[in-house]
């Protein structure tokens, strides 16, 4: 039989086929035999149902999630194979230069070459730190000088020598290493850090201040026009303020003419190349926003006390005089208090790159439910690593500044200011095992809300601008390359538990009584 024969065939199958259906529902005996073939024929010619399963969808999204999850291997693995590639790159050179090293001269002659690299090494990086910013070091080193017998004798007994890394500011990515601890000995010293104590010299008297207030307060705006008085006619300073409080002092006063503001954003990008110094009335809040005014390099931060708790503002208002007479002439203590620098990729973005603009936050970022009846969904990430899915109300991630805020109330534990590192504490996590967790510094961490969320994600930095996540949309946060220098009343310490005992009256109890029984 032909193809054609049997495509007529097969189109007198499905004509029976579908006249019988006709038959059956009613529509044999209303219409004749050539109408019936002719709706039959167009029954035939019509396209397929467009109707789409809803368990296809489903599987659509999570085929979506799996592509995603898998181009963030993809780049783990090409970013590991770098890494891996320069290290083995250095561990070449380094094999290379131990070979010349070997074929030198006399023992004595070996040690003083080497003696000149380690002083190389530290030129090179003083002057890494002096263009990049802060980056304190220390190279380790023996401090025994030894005759050549003794030398030799031990030269058997000795550790093979190696060499540590540590990380700068500066590069392309905000990072690069290079080498700062040099030594025979095989005992690894913790080198000089961040942590310890911070002074501040100035190099020149100190010239512009900016005064921030809280809005709306009686004493400090009386307290404003007195400092700007004493600073300007006593200490000859330029002083700056914000719109705001410029029409307060002029409102009350033509005297302050000279007080100096801005006009647009613009100009604010700016502040940080003008003001030596700022001056925080107010409470934590009063430096919350100081902060937030300054995208970049922040000028020291003097905050003074009057607001509630005041966890970040040591000096006292009354003593305001001594206290600036005492910055002014430094040196001075500080906290760098690390900031987080947040961004968000919604689901439409091409790439990893294509982010909202970045914004920085000195306590916290919070993602929580908003208005949603539903537990919030969130994929948690650390550098590529999967952490965690968190289901609850939601995800705080903290700076150590911010540990006695949010996260504190949340579960999360009182850290020291000056300690580096990330807080990942959950809000009302939906599982008794979920505890926080405290992250380095280094780390950058990524919240996803996947496909399969039953509900929007809302998130806030310092508790404004806040931001609604879809399915599909990230947030990630690492810590941000310009801290919040803040004067010390004493020094860090001293602040920050003078702070916990007299703002949260932390283990504070009646003390036992002293009878009953004793041992003997």
Not at 94 to 118: A, I, M, P
Not at 130 to 137: D, E, P, R, T, V
Not at 473 to 494: H, R
Request: with cysteine.
């Amino acid at each position: 039989m032909s193809d054609q024969a049997t495509q007529v065939s097969s189109n007198k199958e499905k004509v029976n086929v579908v006249g019988t259906h006709l038959q059956n529902n009613g529509y044999h005996d209303s219409l004749p035999p050539y109408d019936s073939e002719k709706m039959i024929k167009e029954f035939l010619r019509q396209p397929p149902s467009k109707a789409v399963d809803e368990n296809l969808l489903e599987f659509s999204e999570a085929m979506r999630s799996v592509a995603k999850a898998l181009r963030r291997v993809s780049e783990g693995k090409a970013s590991a194979q770098a890494e891996a590639a320069e290290w083995k790159r250095k561990y070449e050179l380094e094999r290379e230069k131990n070979l010349q090293q070997k074929h030198k001269g006399e023992v004595t002659e070996g040690l003083q070459n080497h003696s000149d690299q380690e002083n190389s090494s530290i030129e090179q990086t003083d002057k890494c730190c002096g263009k990049h910013g802060i980056c304190s070091h220390e190279v380790l080193r023996d401090d025994i000088m030894v005759s050549k017998t003794k030398f030799i004798h031990d030269l058997a007994m000795r550790k093979a020598p190696f060499k540590l890394l540590w990380g700068c500011n500066g590069g392309k990515n905000g990072q690069h290493k290079h080498d700062v601890v040099s030594f025979e000995k095989g005992n690894i010293t913790a080198a000089a850090r961040s942590s310890k104590q911070i002074s501040l010299k100035w190099e020149s008297h100190p010239q512009t201040v900016l005064i921030l207030t809280k809005p709306n307060s009686t004493p400090v705006r009386v307290l404003c026009a007195e400092m700007v008085r004493w600073l300007k006619d006593i200490k000859k300073i330029d002083v700056i303020v914000e719109p705001r409080v410029k029409a307060e002092l002029l409102a009350e006063n033509s005297y302050f003419n000279f007080v100096q503001t801005w006009e647009d954003d613009d100009e604010i990008l700016l502040l940080h190349t003008k003001v030596d110094l700022i001056i925080t009335l107010g409470g934590d809040g009063t430096v919350l926003w100081a902060a937030s005014m300054f995208k970049g390099p922040v000028p020291p931060v003097v905050p003074f006390s009057l607001g509630s708790l005041g966890f970040m503002t040591p000096f006292q208002s009354e003593l305001y005089r001594d206290s600036l007479d005492t910055i002014l002439r430094g040196p001075i203590s500080i906290t760098l208090r690390h900031r987080l620098q947040c961004h968000v990729i919604r689901e439409s973005a091409k790439d990893e790159l294509d982010t909202e603009d970045p914004i920085l936050v000195l306590n916290e970022v919070t993602i929580d439910r908003g208005m949603s009846s539903y537990l919030t969904l969130l994929e948690c990430y650390c550098d590529n690593s999967f952490v965690t899915c968190v289901q609850g109300d939601g995800l705080i991630l903290s700076t150590t500044s911010g540990s006695t805020a949010y996260s504190l109330a949340a579960g999360g534990s009182m850290v020291h200011p000056q300690v580096p590192g990330i807080l990942f504490t959950p809000i009302c996590p939906h599982s008794l095992s979920f505890r926080p967790l405290i992250l380095p510094e280094h780390v950058t961490l990524r919240v996803q809300v996947p496909f399969n969320s039953r509900g929007h994600a809302w998130a806030s930095f310092d508790g404004k601008d806040r931001k609604q996540l879809s399915a599909g949309d990230a947030l990630i946060c690492s810590i941000a390359p310009w801290p919040v220098p803040t004067a010390c009343l004493v020094d860090s310490t001293n602040d920050f538990l003078r702070s916990i005992h007299e703002g949260l009256h932390w283990n504070l109890r009646k003390p036992q009584s002293s009878d009953g029984p004793r041992d003997h």
